[in-house]
């Protein structure tokens, strides 16, 4: 579906080199902080920005040979994306059914109204989570088979999240052969949607991993300066200063539970697991 072979891109002040894939079937996620290069990455995937080097190449093709025929299988959420802010849904809707062979008004405007979005309203006075409803509605209207979607969720309160991540399961049910690139600030959201993870910093991807793996594997321990001294630290993969001792990542946390019953090992989630790549030192 999609390949990154070392794609490049130069800024004065960043530089991005990184490399992932996506599967037929997949739902990945990319989650980084603020500025870490999710939005660059996104907009290299589609041909929005130049490459400085390395390839992408989206359904088997080079990115600079994106023509109308894969931009029809491609559905987008970008965090600047939007149409002009004068227009209705109402508009939109003529719009969307000229550019794209496959859209389906009956599930737009089922979907429209489920949302209750003002359809004859100008945009520019929507909420950010009306915005946003919206966005993923046009993302998903056309039976495309890759959505490429850059912080969906973004504005949306906790039951409008549910309920956007629910269309994105459904939509991943109707075709095995889907696939979702997904980003987000909220872990929870990808930790429950995503088979795969990828997690960037300053440009790089740092890590790498299918979420079952994440969620049966690593593990947290909190331990004083002594028994950090004493413990085994064979799984240990990152550590981070704490006022009571140390909190340690490690990647085989069955292995402590069985050998070391003094240390309290507590489950790994997607957000503990970023912070201690992010900020944690490796062993
Ligand atoms: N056109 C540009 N010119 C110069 N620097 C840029 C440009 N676009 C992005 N950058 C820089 O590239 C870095 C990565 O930005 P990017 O938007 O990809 O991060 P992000 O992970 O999407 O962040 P956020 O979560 O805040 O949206 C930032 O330091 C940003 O300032």
Known sequence: MLKINNAKKRYPAFELDCSMEVHPGE?????????AGKST???????????????????????????????????????DSTFNGNLTIQSIQNILKAMYTKFQPRFFEEKVKAFELPRKQAIRTFSTGMKAKLNILIALSHQAEFLILDEPTSGLDAIAREEILDMLRSYMEEDPDRSILISSHISSDLETL????FLIDQGKMIFHSDMDTILSKYGILKVSPSQFETMDKSYLV????????????????????ENEPELVVENANLDTLFTMYVQGESK
């Open 27 to 35: 739902i990945v996620g990319l989650i980084g902080k603020n500025g």
């Open 238 to 257: 990152k550590v981070k200063d704490e006022t009571f001792g140390k909190v340690c990542l490690v990647n085989e946390k069955q292995y402590y539970l």
């Open 41 to 79: 990455t996104f907009s290299l995937t589609l041909g929005l920005d130049r490459l400085d080097g390395g390839e992408i190449e989206l359904f088997g093709k080079p990115i600079q040979e994106l023509d109308d025929q894969i931009k029809q299988k491609l559905g987008v959420v970008l965090s």
């Open 194 to 197: 995503c088979d795969q993870v």
